[in-house]
């Protein structure tokens, strides 16, 4: 993965498909405390 590749988020079963297209917009990287975003 790098930046400017493309990304499918896919969801399987009944409602199965492409749910969004997106773009990496930087390197992948080890995130030790995740943001609560819910």
Same mark, same amino acid.
């Given at each position: 993965? =790098? =930046? ?9 079963? &009944? ?5 969004? @297209? =997106? &773009?990496?917009? &930087?390197?992948?990287? @080890?995130?030790a405390?995740?943001p609560? @975003?819910?």
């Open positions: 993965m =790098a =930046a400017g590749d493309g990304v499918l988020i896919w969801k399987s079963g &009944e409602q199965s498909g492409i749910y969004a @297209i =997106a &773009e990496i917009i &930087e390197p992948p990287k @080890i995130i405390n995740l609560d @975003i819910g």
